[in-house]
């Protein structure tokens, strides 16, 4: 199986920080309207489990000591 490499991995979860941001916005603004599908925090703990799956498919680089 081909694994990302580390511009993916950097990529993928600014991706994710950026959803998750936005959609926890919008749970915001439909519970002060009353009607809200999803509870606070919910995309918060899928993107986290979802950057856990991506780092875990990373290439890992050899570092130098």
């Known amino acids: ?3 990302f ?6 990529f993928l979860t600014n991706a994710i920080h950026e959803y998750v941001a936005q959609a926890e916005a919008n749970v915001e ?3 002060n309207n ?3 599908l999803f509870a606070p925090g919910y995309f918060t703990m899928v993107g986290k489990e979802m950057i856990e799956k991506i780092d875990s498919m990373t290439k890992k ?3 130098n000591a």
């Open 61 to 63: 680089q050899k570092k």
């Open 34 to 36: 009353g009607r809200c």
């Open 29 to 31: 603004a439909a519970e």
């Open 1 to 3: 199986m081909k694994k």
């Open 5 to 10: 490499n580390e511009f993916e991995l950097w």
